[in-house]
């Protein structure tokens, strides 16, 4: 005896919706869903998101490791000359 359950599936990786399109005097007009600027260009409505809305990309730390000779990961440490 199992139990069914329906889980409607919804799309993975659907694209995030930018903007809604309206009507303003019979044309196109494109409303950010972000914030309240809208334009009837499609264009600049692209533009707008990307200057304002796009994901910034995260800044990647990258050290470099260094390895010595035998493969062995070198780490700074303090030597004592003497
Ligand atoms: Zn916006």
Known sequence: MTEQTETPRTGLGSPV???TVGKWHDLPNYQCT???FSTLDK???EEH???VHA???KPRRVVPQLVDRFGNPLTV???DDG
């Open 49 to 51: 998101w990307q200057k």
């Open 77 to 79: 440490e303090e030597t």
């Open 34 to 36: 972000q914030c309240p």
């Open 55 to 57: 994901p910034k990309p």
């Open 43 to 45: 264009a600049e409505m």
């Open 17 to 19: 919706q930018r903007y």
